[in-house]
């Protein structure tokens, strides 16, 4: 048989071929929408997208980074150092704080410190250069201050002496103006001291109790509260000082208090003359231990989401402040959560070759589907945030039908199958949509059956009488016994409605011949009727299944 492809119509080109060969035509499959609008009446932006489609990763840089244009055709060596002195020159000027001898000595106590802390770390015998680090450069910018008096070299200052005085609150007119403030301070605390706190338990190898460490932290800063101190937390700067000093447990903090009580009562004049930057240099060197790079490279390879997480928290870490920098990650943490819980994992499960096991069919490409038969497992709790993109989803399995190649062509679905294994809990929304999805499917011809459902989820159905009216004999153990129950069903319908077919077409074979679509629509006609008498009988009658025990529902 010949093909051809013509422009013509089909009933142009039959009146062509006169009684010639027959003509099988092809017809052209035009783009979506075609031939409802013109050329000219398309948006704007739809031929932006053409030209952003076709434009190379160079072209994308270039626009997105008009430097990159200039900086293929600079001139290195005629430009460079002229450009590289007028930049410094203009940045200084534009660093007002910035000074040269405060920045030298602070690189040179940096210098030190890191090199004491390396010596350390290599050499057991010198482990008591790490911890005796930060107190040396302390040691030694107070006697540089003492001994040479540098203006340039700003310094600590007076500190108060002595302790805080003890005071209860006598009035509450406050309470209502400070609630918002006392409510963002209490969730940056709790963030900021969990999260130091993790990271060390990470970097040490031990478990972290989150309950004790925010009960701690609480009772720390209700006690701090009588002597009108500053809301306690957990600080990055003090724990990266704390550990890298060697600290090995909490009796550290304990001295810590003790030297910062009796520094308070009668050596506040001794801390007047520390050097800022020796101070600066302490918790740079301290700070960089706690920065994890491959973290980055690792979430890269494995997470794209928890990558861009990671980089939108550590910019507006470095740009805002820290408060601001783990309030947005939190935010965009709970907005993934918040979107992972209302998109749950749906998969189409099909029946691996000699056996009687189903999986995804994505996963597993060479496991088959049967005709008729929707088998869908659903990967999460339902709930009211899911239970709308779950029945968007069953909807489309049913329009949709996967490229079944087992058991008889009935053309549309007649049985889902809800795989309940991983479903841990259902609410009331749920619950309601079930009913709501069986009465639309009800209406359809559509049967449910139900696999493998857990205790809590058993009972749950059974009370909300979910079970009643899908009907006991449709709850199975296995997906496989369903799926039995199923064909068996498919095929006894199929084989009355060929009767029927073959009865109808019998009684026009004296008048007018009756035509395919006819023919395949009383068969269908035929297949509904049958197939809503064999739901109504035993179920599992002829068909070994292991039906599900109905449990102790109390």
């Not at 870490?317 to 994992?345: D, K, Q, R, W």
């Not at 004999?473 to 199929?494: E, G, M, T, Y």
Request: charge should be positive.
């Amino acid at each position: 048989m010949e093909r051809s492809y013509a422009s013509r119509s089909s009933g142009e080109l039959a009146t062509a071929s006169g009684g010639g060969r027959p003509v099988k035509v092809i017809p052209l499959r035009h783009p979506p929408g075609f031939g409802s609008l013109s050329s000219s009446s398309q948006p704007w932006w739809w031929a932006a997208v053409g030209r952003a489609r076709g434009m190379r990763p160079v072209e994308w840089a270039e626009a997105a980074l008009p430097c990159v244009a200039w900086m293929q055709k600079y001139r290195w060596k005629e430009d460079l150092q002229a450009d590289l002195a007028a930049g410094i020159t203009v940045g200084v000027m534009l660093v007002p704080q910035f000074s040269w001898p405060p920045f030298v000595m602070g690189s040179t106590f940096l210098v030190v410190l890191l090199t004491m802390k390396n010596l350390g770390k290599s050499n057991k015998r010198l482990r008591f250069l790490r911890a005796s680090g930060p107190l040396t450069a302390v040691v030694l910018g107070t006697i540089f201050v003492k001994i040479f008096h540098p203006p340039a070299i700003p310094v600590v200052g007076e500190i108060p002496q002595g302790l805080p005085k003890f005071s209860i609150p006598r009035g509450f007119e406050h309470v209502l103006s400070l609630t918002p403030t006392a409510v963002l301070i209490t969730g940056v605390a709790i963030l900021e001291s969990v999260g130091i706190a993790k990271a060390l338990a990470a970097k040490n190898g031990y478990e972290l109790d989150s309950n004790k460490e925010l009960f701690g932290l609480g009772i720390a800063n209700i006690c701090g509260s009588f002597f009108s101190a500053y809301p306690a937390t957990g600080s990055f700067s003090r724990s990266a000082v704390n550990h890298e000093s060697g600290a090995k447990t909490g009796l550290s903090g304990i001295i810590m208090g003790i030297i910062i009580g009796g520094a308070l009562l009668f050596m506040t004049p001794l801390f007047s003359d520390i050097p800022q930057c020796a101070l600066a240099a302490i918790v740079i060197s301290a700070v960089t231990g706690l920065v994890d790079y491959e973290e980055a490279i690792f979430l890269w390879g494995i997470d794209k989401k928890d990558f861009f997480l990671w980089a939108i928290t550590f910019i507006t870490t470095l740009v805002f402040g820290i408060e601001i920098g783990v309030l947005v990650g939190v935010g965009f943490s709970l907005a993934f959560v918040i979107h992972e819980s209302a998109n749950p994992h749906i998969a189409v499960l099909g029946r691996l070759p000699g056996t009687t096991i189903y999986r995804n069919i994505l996963q597993y490409p060479e496991a088959y589907t049967y005709n008729g038969i929707v088998v869908v497992r659903i990967d999460a709790p339902i709930y009211f945030a899911n239970i709308s993109y779950i029945k968007d989803r069953l909807r489309e399995y049913e329009l949709n039908l996967p490229n079944s190649n087992r058991g008889l062509d009935v053309g549309r679905v007649y049985f889902v199958i809800l795989e309940m294994s991983p479903i841990t809990y259902i609410d009331s929304s749920a619950v309601q949509a079930l009913k709501d999805l069986h009465q639309e499917y009800k209406a359809r011809h559509i049967q449910i059956a139900i696999a493998n459902p857990n205790r809590q989820v058993h009972l749950l159905l059974s009370r909300s009488g979910i079970l009643d009216l899908i009907g006991a004999a449709w709850c199975f153990v296995r997906v496989h016994d369903a799926v039995q129950v199923c064909l068996q069903h498919v095929q006894n319908a199929s084989s009355s409605a060929l009767k029927l077919a073959s009865q109808a077409s019998g009684d026009s074979a004296d008048s007018i011949s009756t035509s395919k679509e006819e023919q395949q629509r009383i068969k269908q006609d035929g297949f509904f009727k049958n197939l809503c008498k064999a739901k109504n009988g035993n179920a599992d009658s002829g068909t070994e299944v292991q039906p599900l025990l109905r449990q102790n529902l109390v």
